[in-house]
């Protein structure tokens, strides 16, 4: 089997390492526009890869420069590039999924990414009929949240007779949070912005409703150091959820973790237009913001991964709550972030299961109506990524 890995940065190296050290993975191509990054990730990955942990049975690492940006509405371009693949992850911005797509379609690959925008997995779920005539599977949004926490609140209802409310909290978070913010990046700053611009999707009495972000601030509480947080609305967390359990869950909704006073922070940067994309003065707010941020929320520390997702509903005629959590942290041995960690391993796990036959339908699917829920979260776990479930 052959992987190709699209984007060099830490989800997409992270990604390569977990694939690489599959059975039955003999190849895998790392794809990045920047040689420089590709020639790190290279040593990089050799180094890990070489520290014995599958006794020099680790698939062999290949790295190739393109600019993803040369993709036309088609995706031809990128035929070359992903020729002989089983399955393509697509840790790149989400702008190229949509291309990246239509490409896979074309070669006969498989395909899943981190996605992010709802919007741009509305036009790949448009694609369905088109790569189920190609005999392959794209599984969109295979991340953390779109992604991991989705399949655990899937996989949840399968426990329950009816099902009143679906919660999922998820945030990624600095070790040692520092003021004023009390946040570092960790993952794009186009990636953050964006999900606090775009609307959330909810189901609410049932129905599906877009609900702006940066509002319906809520507390609560993660076992110490962490504390009191908060959580409130952004997009795309919750992927097609809303959509695919519609009248399945009375209650569905997705919000994001942070440090109390976040959301008021960007809440307050919005109103004044500090996101506007329109030029002022010479100067586009969203973009100049976005430079600032990486700036200054880029150090050392390291990071946190917290999720929660709440299932309540009817179980054998006796009201019950079912609660999926996980605290991850960064790993000093393989240098991988804890959102590395708790986004690209998911998104491999689903990758070489497509590679593998485990995914048997096919089409441009949500993972929730593909992806065998028991087999992944048992291979999220076989990660070191600890998900504990407890009934309350």
Known sequence: ??????????????????????????????????????????????????????????????????????????????????????????????????????????????MCDLGGNLFVVERQMAMSQEAERA?????PDCGLAPGMACLLGALGLEHFDSVESLRLRVGGLPAHPKPPLNYKLVFSVRGLTNEYL?????????????????IDVESLTFPEPFGQLEAFNTSGGCSTLPKTLRG??????????????HCAAFAGMQAIGLFSEETFSGVQPRKFVEDMLERHLNDDDTDVVLVRVVVE???????????????????????????????????????????????????????????????????VRARGIEVQERWE
């Not at 993975?25 to 040593?43: H, I």
């Not at 399945?248 to 006073?261: C, F, S």
Request: hydrophobic content about 40%.
């Open 1 to 110: 089997m052959k992987a190709v890995v699209l984007g060099a940065g830490r989800m997409g190296r992270a990604a390569a390492w977990d694939l690489a050290r599959q059975p039955g993975m003999t190849t895998v191509k790392l794809v990045d526009r920047e040689a420089d990054l590709l020639t790190r990730a290279g040593k990089e990955l050799e180094r890990l890869l070489s520290d014995g942990q599958r006794s020099g049975r680790a698939a062999r690492i290949e790295g190739q420069t393109y600019d993803l940006d040369q993709l036309g509405p088609q995706g031809s371009e990128l035929l070359p590039v992903i020729e002989g693949a089983s399955v393509v992850l697509s840790s790149a911005d989400y702008r190229f999924n949509e291309a990246v797509t239509r490409a896979c379609i074309q070669a006969g690959a498989h």
């Open 135 to 139: 005999g392959i599977c794209v599984v």
């Open 198 to 214: 775009e609307p959330a999707e909810v189901l609410r009495d049932g129905k599906l409703e877009r609900v702006p972000s940066l």
């Open 248 to 261: 399945k869950v009375r209650n569905l909704d997705y919000k994001t973790i942070r440090y109390p006073g």
């Open 313 to 379: 509903g009817l179980k054998a005629g006796e009201q019950s709550r079912l609660v999926y959590e996980v605290i991850d942290r960064h790993d000093a041995s393989t240098g991988h972030s804890a959102m590395a960690r708790t986004t690209a391993y998911p998104a491999a796990a689903i990758a070489y299961m497509l590679a593998a036959g485990a995914i048997e339908k096919r089409g441009v699917l949500p993972g929730e109506l593909c992806v065998p829920l028991g087999p992944f979260l048992s291979a």
